[in-house]
């Protein structure tokens, strides 16, 4: 069975301690996940290590970053590379999600770079896709994500993508309390491992585990996690509150 994952994305938010007192709201919870179940959590910079440390008598419990540069080395200030994440014991990354896309001019090809430089280091890409409301108005939806995948992340090799996590997030669904049905997000997840198929073969394909990421909350996950082609979410606002998150850890297929 394809890893079951809930993965946290708690974008710019919280101060120093507010993270510290929302990790410690998640042990507090004792989630108990099982073997092919995974909780990735991507905090802010300053805070990685500071949630490596907490999370870290969890076997099923992971920590990620939200970003990283293409380039493993050089004067690009602000920038955090792959080999600094690598050596700080991270073990995932997101790559391209829909707001560095839209607010920093992330295209295809820089993501392509970034998931090569991800997989040098031995870090492992959370790759985003997914459409705007017109895109999904004017029914091409599918024609938009299979561009995606295939411009940033179909020229890997069957033993390179083997295992990859993608999350699919409709952008219209992200911070606007508009949620995709579970249908609709079930059709998109299969058109996506359809993609993986023709490219890869279904062995490869059925590997890989795709995430929901659209305004998924304790409500809704159980429902949206049912569905066969969906592995999980990669949730925003939700997983700022250490209840609400766990409920969605607790609503992961077993």
């Given at each position: 069975m394809r890893k079951q994952i809930a993965a946290a994305n708690w974008k710019m938010n919280l101060n120093l301690n507010e993270a510290n007192e929302l990790l410690k709201g998640l042990i507090a919870e004792n989630v108990e996940l099982s073997s092919g179940q995974e909780a990735v959590f991507a905090v802010p910079f300053p805070y990685l290590l500071l949630a490596k440390d907490n999370l870290k008598g969890n076997k099923y419990f992971f920590i990620a970053a939200q970003n990283c540069y293409i380039k493993e080395s050089?004067?690009?200030?602000?920038?955090?590379?792959?080999?600094?994440?690598?050596?700080?014991?991270?073990?995932?990354?997101?790559?391209?999600?829909?707001?560095?896309?839209?607010?920093?001019?992330?295209?295809?090809?820089?993501?392509?770079?970034?998931?090569?430089?991800?997989?040098?280091?031995?870090?492992?890409?959370?790759?985003?896709?997914?459409?705007?409301?017109?895109?999904?108005?004017?029914?091409?939806?599918?024609?938009?994500?299979?561009?995606?995948?295939?411009?940033?992340?179909?020229?890997?090799?069957?033993?390179?993508?083997?295992?990859?996590?993608?999350?699919?997030?409709?952008?219209?669904?992200?911070?606007?309390?508009?949620?995709?049905?579970?249908?609709?997000?079930?059709?998109?997840?299969?058109?996506?491992?359809?993609?993986?198929?023709?490219?890869?073969?279904?062995?490869i394909a059925q590997s890989i585990s795709i995430l929901y990421g659209g305004s998924v909350k304790a409500a809704n996950a159980k429902e949206i996690f049912g569905k066969p082609d969906v592995d999980g979410g990669l949730v925003g606002g939700a997983s700022l509150n250490a209840s609400e998150f766990a409920e969605i850890m607790r609503s992961l297929k077993k």
């Open positions: 050089g004067a690009f200030t602000g920038e955090v590379s792959a080999p600094m994440l690598a050596s700080c014991g991270i073990e995932y990354v997101i790559i391209g999600h829909s707001e560095r896309r839209e607010y920093f001019n992330e295209n295809n090809f820089t993501l392509s770079q970034k998931i090569d430089v991800c997989l040098k280091n031995k870090l492992k890409p959370i790759f985003c896709c997914g459409e705007s409301l017109a895109i999904r108005e004017g029914g091409t939806q599918n024609d938009y994500v299979e561009t995606q995948l295939k411009e940033s992340l179909l020229h890997l090799d069957a033993t390179e993508i083997k295992g990859f996590v993608i999350a699919y997030e409709p952008i219209w669904a992200i911070g606007t309390g508009k949620t995709a049905t579970a249908g609709q997000a079930q059709e998109m997840h299969a058109h996506i491992r359809h993609i993986l198929t023709e490219k890869y073969g279904n062995d």
